[in-house]
C-alpha cells in the first residue's frame, strides 16, 4: 500500500468511502469533493489491492471554508494543520494507516504549529477519540450544533 493523491478518476470510490464512513464525517457530493481537490492543502489516499483503503483531506487557514468547525480553528489559530476528514474502508481497519496517513500530512507541512481536527462525541465515536488520543491529541473545545443534538471535540495536537 502506498500513499497516492487522489484524482478526478478516484473521486468514485472516494465519495462511495465518504458515504460508508458518515455520521464519522459529513456526508459530501462531487461537487464539494471537486472542490477540496482543487483548494485543500492535503488531498490524499492509500490505494490497496481491494480498492482505496483509506483517504484523507487536510486544510491549511485562510481557505475559503464555511465549516463552523474549521471556522471555529480559524478564530483561535493563526496556522494549523486541519484534518478535515478521514475514511479508512473495513478492511484495512486497524492497519496503521490513518496513523500513516496522519503523519505524512504533518510531514508535508512542517511549518505548522499543531495539527487539529474534531471527534464526534454527540453521537460518540469512541473508536475515533481513543485513536486521536494515542496519536497526541488532547481536547480544547467542544462545538455543539442541530439545536445540541450533535457535538464535536475539538483537539489539537502540537508537532
Known sequence: MRIEQITPDDCGEVLQLNESSVPHVSSIDAT???WFLD????????RAEDGIAAFIIGLRPHT???SPN??????RYEDFAYVDRIAVAPFAKRCGI????YKDFA?????????TCEVNIRPSN???MKFHERLGFHQVGTLESDGGEKAVAMLERVL
Open 70 to 75: 474549521y471556522r471555529w480553528f480559524c478564530d
Open 126 to 128: 469512541e473508536a475515533s
Open 39 to 46: 483548494y485543500a492543502a492535503y488531498t490524499r489516499m492509500v
Open 64 to 66: 475559503d471554508y464555511a
Open 32 to 34: 464539494r469533493l471537486q
Open 98 to 101: 490513518a496513523e500513516m496517513l
Open 107 to 115: 510531514e508535508t507541512r512542517p511549518e505548522a504549529p499543531i495539527m
